[in-house]
């Protein structure tokens, strides 16, 4: 995968009986790999994807599905985080088979309740580890996961399996450490989100991973910034300080999906009971997005 990597997680669409929408999706990863031109897709691996509302086949069947669909044409990273190692390793296996290039495992918190020490994570992350030979991406995300120190983090970095991380936090301090710990220090690959990608790439971090649309949004950053065109790669991440920061309070999926929606690449509504964005949200996000990179894609989506 080429530095900066730009690792695009597609939003998962749902017909109106909840089953995934496979034209809908398959529109998108298309979209994602053409347009965005991602260097790596993430199968049912982030919470934006929304595959923890679906049973296991279900998300088997994502996976597959997302695999598939891309056929080939970029490399593809299987989300495999369960509190089960067992079942994480099951999800392995299934992405060896599929011939997945890498898999994603969110840092768990433990079901017995408590934070997690740092015996604790290595012993999931090891016990993984020694049952797939595919390179182990960990995936930090408080909330859903659990919150890792930078000790804990630059540990876990350490052990030969872990070879990408995919940081969630908007910390610069945090983020601008763990770069020259982590990624500098050759011990593995450093991955931001969208507020932090220019900084990232400036600070010598390995680029970012994020849903559709902010990841063309990001493409436009990351070519910029290659061309050494500083002033225009700082322009461009200034689109990231109101979307989808403005909407964040009623979830990046709902959020996203909009923007989607407008942008004319049908990504449908949130699980429910989840709603979508009002009509005055929308009209708003609408306004905001037609001043980012995104505006033509309205007029194309008119046309």
């Not at 086949?57 to 669909?69: A, C, N």
């Amino acid at each position: 995968m080429p530095v900066p990597g730009l690792i695009v997680a597609p939003l998962t669409p749902f017909t109106a009986d909840l089953q995934v929408d496979e034209g809908a999706l398959a529109r998108q990863i298309d979209y994602v790999i053409k347009d965005c031109r991602a260097t790596m897709i993430v199968a049912a691996g982030v919470e934006t994807q929304e595959y923890t509302y679906l049973n296991l086949e279900q998300r088997k069947d994502l996976i597959r599905r997302t695999v598939e669909l891309t056929a080939g044409r970029v490399p593809v990273m299987v989300g495999i985080s369960h509190p089960s190692f067992k079942t994480a390793v099951a999800l392995a296996h299934e992405a060896e088979r599929l011939g997945a290039a890498a898999v994603q495992l969110l840092a768990p918190l433990r079901p017995f309740a408590g934070p997690p020490t740092q015996a604790d994570l290595l012993a999931y992350f090891e016990a993984i580890g020694r049952e797939s030979k595919l390179p182990i991406t960990l995936y930090l995300n408080p909330g859903p996961g659990a919150d890792v120190s930078i000790a804990d983090t630059i540990a876990l970095a350490k052990l030969p399996q872990v070879q990408l991380i995919k940081e969630s936090s908007r910390d610069l301090a945090r983020v601008s450490r763990l770069i020259v710990e982590i990624d500098r220090a050759g011990h593995a690959r450093y991955f931001t989100t969208m507020q932090m990608l220019l900084a990232t790439l400036q600070l010598g971090g390995s680029g970012a991973t994020m849903p559709p649309p902010g990841s063309e949004i990001a493409r436009a950053v990351i070519d910029a910034f290659v061309a050494k065109d500083h002033e225009r790669a700082a322009e461009i991440q200034l689109q990231f300080a109101l979307f989808p920061s403005k909407w964040m309070h009623r979830g990046l999926a709902p959020a996203m999906k909009a923007a989607m929606n407008l942008i004319g690449i049908p990504a449908g509504d949130p699980y429910p009971p989840y709603s979508p964005l009002t009509r005055d949200e929308i009209t708003a996000l609408e306004a905001t997005l037609k001043a980012t990179v995104l505006g033509p894609r309205f007029k194309a989506a008119a046309a």
